[in-house]
């Protein structure tokens, strides 16, 4: 188990320690091949429920190593013959095909009738099919479709690239797709708990965890796709799971355990001292720049009007400065916020979320002894007794800033803080 001094959010990890793999789907001089003793230790389970789409997923299951052991599950009788069919036509031979009871799904089907798979194994890939439900999201969804399989088992030499990531990362627990993009997808924005968190701290407790959970860090594996060590997950599956444990009756309830589950894998390899990385191909990698270039394009254009940033540099600033300002707002009885331009509206808005009303606006010049969005806009020289008026300077210029601090000081105002200032350049 890690030790608590050494633990760090998941996802800070990922971001901070850079563990985004893209790999070669063909052959590399840069990547070694994996031997036939690594692919001995090594079994791809793959729960398969949807019989209209098997056809999907036989290009994926072809490029599998046939030294590779595979393992087919499926609630359904019907499914596993036709996947017999296909693949004893391929010629594959290591191939064991398990029905499981229809409760719990794909997860269900990893922890319950995996628990006994896995013991032979060192390094194991889990996938399952996924269906489209609406028309609307089938674009999406077949991009998603091709994150979590092509992502994971995108051909023979990338399935070898990816047993030596692991061979040349001993730190290294889980790999996992990315996040999925797409239009009607918000997950990769950081929204990926879909109000899942509350289930997935419980099992952070109940497995005992020594791990960093926060609700304001997103998860960072999504389904329940993933490679692993088996002694990165050990804890998980020790835990002993049955089928009855899941109620399948709770599927669009939020606290629906499998919803916890495939997001607690991290949390599990952190506990037991391994980290967690996301892996893909070159292709994909290539969509998803294109897609998420084109998202962030039109995202910050059309948020400019209500949140002013257009870099993360000065989001991180205001991220960071945040709490910074709520709190000075709060501890003062009359606040007046230095700019009526956008950024003195736009602080407007951040304190009237924290149910906090300015005493007015200030300005320099123009625009004084009016009303802007029910505050007052005051000119600066006709505000008497400003030594007991705390002053919030908005705007964004350093010199403006400076010349601003320099005409409060002149006027007895010393109680004063720079909206965009570095937090160990705050105004006493």
């Known amino acids: 188990m890690v030790g608590e001094e050494d633990v760090r959010n998941v996802y800070d990890i990922r971001y901070e320690d850079n563990l985004i793999y893209i790999l070669p789907e063909q052959s590399s001089g840069i990547y070694q091949s994996a031997s036939s003793e690594v692919y001995g230790k090594t079994v791809v389970i793959i729960y398969l429920f949807y019989m209209d789409t098997l056809s999907v997923y036989w290009p994926y299951i072809d490029g599998i190593p046939v030294e590779i052991d595979v393992c087919l599950l499926s609630s359904r009788e019907e499914v596993l013959e036709e996947a017999r069919i296909h693949i004893e036509a391929s010629g594959r031979k290591r191939v064991r095909y398990m029905l499981k009871e229809n409760r719990g799904r794909d997860v269900s089907g990893l922890l319950v009738t995996g ?22 999201v089938k674009k999406d969804t077949e991009l998603w479709i091709e994150n979590l399989w092509g992502n994971m088992i995108g051909g023979t030499e990338y ?45 952070v407790k109940r497995l005992h965890l020594n791990a960093d959970i926060r609700p304001d860090r997103p998860p960072v594996t999504i389904g329940t796709v993933l490679w692993f060590r088996r002694r990165a997950l050990r804890k998980l599956f020790d835990y002993g799971w049955r089928y009855s444990d899941f109620d399948d009756e709770g599927l669009k309830r939020h606290d629906y355990l499998s919803y916890g589950i495939e997001r607690v894998f991290p949390y599990v390899a952190q506990d037991a001292g391994y980290d967690t990385g996301t892996v893909m191909t070159g292709a994909y990698a290539g969509k998803q720049t294109n897609y998420l270039q084109h998202a962030a394009n039109l ?24 709490s910074r300002i709520i709190e000075f707002a709060k501890g003062n009885r009359e606040v ?5 331009g956008t950024m003195g509206r736009f602080c407007l808005a951040m304190l009237r979320k924290e149910n906090i009303r300015p005493a007015g606006f200030l300005v ?36 403006e800033q400076d010349e601003i601090a320099e005409s409060l000081r002149e006027r007895g105002c010393w109680n004063y803080i720079r909206m965009w200032e570095n937090e160990d350049e705050v105004n006493q």
């Open 115 to 136: 628990a006994d798979i896995i013991k032979d194994y060192e390094y194991i890939c889990f996938l399952h099919d996924k269906k489209e439900h609406c028309e609307e």
């Open 159 to 203: 399935i070898s690239h990816i047993l030596c990531l692991f061979l040349n990362n001993p730190k290294l627990g889980v790999l996992a797709p990315p996040e999925p993009v797409g239009d009607h997808f918000c997950t990769w924005y950081g929204y990926g708990w879909h109000d899942s968190f509350d289930i997935t701290d419980e099992l």
């Open 299 to 322: 995202i910050f254009k059309e948020a400019e009007a209500f949140f002013p940033v257009n870099n993360l540099a000065d989001l991180e600033r205001y991220r960071k400065n945040k």
């Open 336 to 340: 007046y916020l230095y700019g009526a």
């Open 364 to 399: 320099s010049g123009d625009g004084g002894d009016s009303i802007m969005e029910d505050v007052p806009v005051t000119k600066l020289g006709k505000l008497d007794c400003l030594q007991d008026r705390a002053v919030i300077i908005t705007v964004y210029g350093p010199d």
